[in-house]
């Protein structure tokens, strides 16, 4: 069972983002706020969710929510400060655009800058073990999944809509085949050695 409160605080603010392992998109992170009462049978750690839960899942996480928010680090940005700067950049943003200024922030992972002078703790799986990172997670993962759709289209040869630009075997051929896109990361290792890519 996922525990609601870490701090004691009541306005306490989880954080978490997706697609750090990508090859192509952005790094979405997301905030979320929730109040004493929520519940949902769902909520769980997305990565342990299939799609259609999650889908579900988003909704009620924004209904229910005391406050949530959600933003994007494009590809480009994520080349200039590097995945991890760019993960936490992002959990800053979203917390910065929460209509509820949080007490104390929980934050998925082991690494975290302060933010502003308000406490928090880094928790290793903590998508797994407390309700407003796993709403995070669950917000994060979807408009992400969304995003990689709706870009699928442009460049259908890469097939984003099913491996969201992560580094399949898939990918990685259609990188070898047909060069890289304006939505890679040129600062990740896209294909193995032996293979060089031409940019």
């Known amino acids: 069972m996922l525990e609601l409160n870490y701090s004691g605080f009541l306005l306490e603010a989880g954080t978490d983002e997706a697609g750090r392992g990508c090859l ?3 790094v979405v992170a997301a905030a979320v706020i929730l109040p004493e009462d929520f519940e949902h049978e769902l909520l769980n750690d997305s990565k342990q969710l299939s799609e259609k839960k999650r889908k579900l899942l988003k909704p009620f996480i ?3 929510a005391t406050a949530f928010s959600v933003c994007f680090i494009e590809n480009e940005e994520v080349d200039e400060l590097n995945v991890l700067q760019a993960s936490i950049t992002g959990m800053h943003r979203s917390i910065e655009d929460l209509a509820t200024v949080p007490e104390f922030i929980i934050v998925d992972g082991n690494k975290f800058r302060t933010y502003k002078d308000i406490p928090h703790k880094t928790i290793v799986k903590g998508d797994a073990k407390f309700m407003s990172i796993a709403a995070a997670s669950v ?4 408009y992400r999944d969304e995003f990689m759709e709706k870009i699928h289209d442009e460049f259908p040869q890469y097939n984003w809509k099913k491996n969201k630009g992560y580094p399949t075997k898939e990918h990685r051929k259609a990188i070898e085949e047909f060069g890289i896109t304006k939505y890679h990361r040129k600062s990740f290792k896209l294909l193995p050695d032996q ?5």
């Open 24 to 26: 192509s998109g952005p």
């Open 195 to 199: 293979l060089k890519l031409k940019i």
């Open 62 to 64: 924004e209904k229910y």
């Open 139 to 142: 917000l994060a993962k979807t």
